[in-house]
C-alpha cells in the first residue's frame, strides 16, 4: 500500500520567512495530492491541493510542487505569519479509491 | 449550513463499555470518512462510504470496530468492547469528491477509556 513520508517533523521560522515542507510517496498510481493545516485542537481543513496532471499550484502564499518522476511534492508557505503556527498534513491517493494516506504531519512554528 | 457535526464532543468510559460516535454530513455530500487520530499513528483512515455504501474498510483496527450509515444524513462509528489503545480523537469528515476532493471534517470525539 502506499506510504508517505514527510519532512521536516517541526519547523521553526522567524515571521517573513519562507516555510518548506516535503513530501514523498511509494505508490506510483497515486495522483491527488492534498495539504491539511490543523491549528491546536481544531478540525484538519484543507488549504491547497494539486493532481498529477499538473507540475505547480499556486494561492496567494501559499503554493504546491509536484515531482512525479521523484515522487515527491511539497508545500511552500511565504510571507509567513504567527497564524500559519499549525501542524500541516500532506496526503496521497490515487483514482481506485484506495491508499488514501496522510503523512505523519509538521508542526510548522513562526516565531514573532 | 453548520458543517459536519459530531457527536458527543467528548466521551470517557471504562474498558469494556460499548462506545458509539455519530456524525451528521453536510447536506449534500454524498462520501462520509471516519478517520483515527492518535500521536503515535498520526490521522488514519477508518472507512468511507458512499451513498451509504461502505466502500473501504480497510482501515478499520479490528472487529471491534463497526461502523454503519443507515441513511445520507447519519453515520455511527462503534467499538465494543472499547479498549484504552483506542482513546484517540476520532474525526468524521464528508465531501463530493470522493478521494480526490476536499473532505470536510467535524469537530472530532475526544475518546478517552480507563
Known amino acids: 500500500g502506499e506510504n508517505v513520508e514527510q519532512h521536516p517533523s517541526t519547523l521553526s521560522v522567524q515571521e517573513g520567512d519562507s516555510a518548506v515542507i516535503k513530501c514523498t510517496y511509494s505508490?506510483?498510481?497515486?495522483?491527488?495530492f492534498p495539504w491539511y493545516k490543523q491549528e491546536l485542537g481544531k478540525r484538519p481543513q484543507l488549504i491547497i491541493d494539486i493532481r498529477s496532471n499538473v507540475g505547480e499550484k499556486k494561492d496567494q502564499r501559499i503554493a504546491v510542487t509536484l515531482n512525479k518522476t521523484a515522487k515527491h511534492f511539497s508545500l511552500h508557505i511565504t510571507e509567513t505569519q504567527p497564524e500559519d503556527s499549525a501542524v500541516y498534513f500532506c496526503a496521497a491517493s490515487n483514482n481506485y479509491g484506495q491508499n488514501f494516506v496522510f503523512g505523519p504531519g509538521t508542526r510548522l512554528s513562526v516565531l514573532p | 449550513d453548520a458543517g459536519v457535526i459530531q457527536s458527543p464532543r467528548h466521551e470517557v468510559t471504562e474498558m469494556g463499555q460499548e462506545v458509539t460516535l455519530r456524525c451528521k454530513p453536510i447536506s449534500g455530500h454524498d462520501y462520509l470518512f471516519w478517520y483515527r487520530q492518535t500521536m503515535m499513528r498520526g490521522l488514519e483512515l477508518l472507512i468511507y462510504?458512499?451513498?451509504?455504501?461502505?466502500?473501504?474498510d480497510s482501515g478499520m483496527p479490528e472487529d471491534r470496530f463497526s461502523a454503519k450509515m443507515p441513511n445520507a444524513s447519519f453515520s455511527t462509528l462503534k467499538i465494543q468492547p472499547s479498549e484504552p489503545r483506542d482513546s484517540a480523537v476520532y474525526f468524521c469528515?464528508?465531501?463530493?469528491?470522493?478521494?480526490?476532493?476536499?473532505?470536510?471534517f467535524g469537530p472530532g470525539t475526544r475518546l478517552t477509556v480507563l
Open positions: 462510504f458512499n451513498n451509504n455504501v461502505p466502500i473501504d
Open positions: 469528515a464528508t465531501g463530493q469528491g470522493g478521494l480526490f476532493d476536499e473532505q470536510f
Open positions: 505508490d506510483s498510481a497515486s495522483n491527488y
